[in-house]
């Protein structure tokens, strides 16, 4: 079986153009089969504070009303994800766009009102392979943004984090998968002020301790819940750090496992 990896970008390198360039340029560098998954969150909130939107997070998640729905669209599956694809075709990476409506590739389902009302935000329900099979054996690069579909004409905003982890569990009955998550630190840390303090390893046990003792918040428990929840469901590996990770070796990162 082939190796596939799915790599997740975040804010760090989507919002500052030299990174990103940088970023591409070695990302097109990879050989083998490949899948890119974009954020951009704090991308959709400034552009909804210059049109007067406001903007209503909860836990980390967008509350998306259908102005936010729109300006999520034309940032996610257009500026962003279009200026990747094109920045991927100047490094002679052939790459296609994608949203989860794209080849039908996530279907997701409107979240349930409980106690708080998300809007229109999307829990995925299934990924279809097929489509992105064709393209990854014949050296094409499917670049995801973090918008699915309902299979009923509605568009749906869905994490980022969570894009990645199911495409790495869809793709992982045909491939061999490995996840990684790349954002501003060296990995997860002991103190999040210490870029020196990765904690290399993290296994369900030891992440339960690191929750109650609140080494890790915010942005880093739906994250990991993420991680969890792939290398449950067969991805081979999943990794959290700086992009170098990828690239550099002896680069230290966090490393997730059963
Ligand atoms: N133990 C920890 N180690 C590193 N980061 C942590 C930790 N606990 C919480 N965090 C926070 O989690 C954030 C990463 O999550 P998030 O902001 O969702 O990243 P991204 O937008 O790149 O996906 C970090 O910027 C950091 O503030
Ligand atoms: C439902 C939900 O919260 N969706 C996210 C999707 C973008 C994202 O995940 O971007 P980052 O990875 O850069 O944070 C949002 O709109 O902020």
């Known amino acids: 079986m082939e190796t596939v990896k799915v790599i997740k970008i975040g804010g760090n390198i989507i919002d500052n153009e030299e990174a990103l360039t940088a970023f591409i340029k070695d990302f097109s560098t990879i050989t083998g089969p490949k899948v890119?998954?974009?954020?951009?969150g704090k991308l959709a909130t400034k552009l909804a504070a210059k049109m007067n939107i406001p903007v209503n997070m909860n836990e980390g998640r967008r509350i998306t009303d259908a102005d936010t729905l729109d300006i999520i669209?034309?940032?996610?599956?257009?500026?962003?994800?279009?200026?990747?694809?094109?920045?991927?075709?100047?490094?002679?990476c052939n790459a296609v766009g994608f949203s989860g409506a794209d080849g039908n590739t996530i279907v997701s389902e409107k979240r349930p009102v409980n106690s708080i009302d998300y809007g229109f935000v999307g829990d995925v329900k299934n990924v279809n392979t097929?489509?992105?099979?064709?393209?990854?054996n014949?050296?094409?690069?499917?670049?995801?943004?973090?918008?699915?579909?309902?299979?009923?004409?509605?568009?749906?905003?869905?994490?980022?984090?969570?894009?990645?982890?199911?495409?790495?569990?869809?793709?992982?009955?045909?491939?061999n998968t490995e996840l990684y998550y790349c954002f501003e630190k060296n990995g997860v840390l002991e103190d999040v002020e210490d870029d020196d303090s990765?904690?290399?390893?993290?296994?369900?046990?030891s992440y339960k301790t690191l929750k109650d003792n609140h080494?890790?918040?915010?942005?880093?428990?739906?994250?990991l819940d993420n991680c969890f929840h792939a290398i449950n469901k067969n991805v081979q590996k999943v990794c959290i750090g700086k992009s170098d990770m990828l690239f550099k070796t002896n680069n230290k990162h966090t490393t997730i496992t059963q």
Not at 36 to 40: D, K, N, T
């Open 138 to 175: 014949n050296e094409i690069t499917p670049v995801f943004c973090a918008i699915t579909h309902n299979k009923n004409g509605q568009l749906l905003n869905t994490n980022a984090d969570t894009i990645a982890s199911e495409l790495a569990i869809g793709l992982s009955s045909i491939f």
């Open 73 to 92: 669209t034309m940032v996610y599956a257009g500026k962003i994800n279009k200026n990747i694809v094109a920045q991927l075709q100047a490094n002679n």
């Open 36 to 40: 890119l998954v974009h954020g951009g």
């Open 215 to 223: 080494i890790i918040f915010e942005g880093m428990l739906p994250k």
């Open 130 to 136: 097929n489509v992105l099979e064709i393209l990854l």
């Open 198 to 205: 990765v904690i290399e390893n993290i296994n369900t046990e």
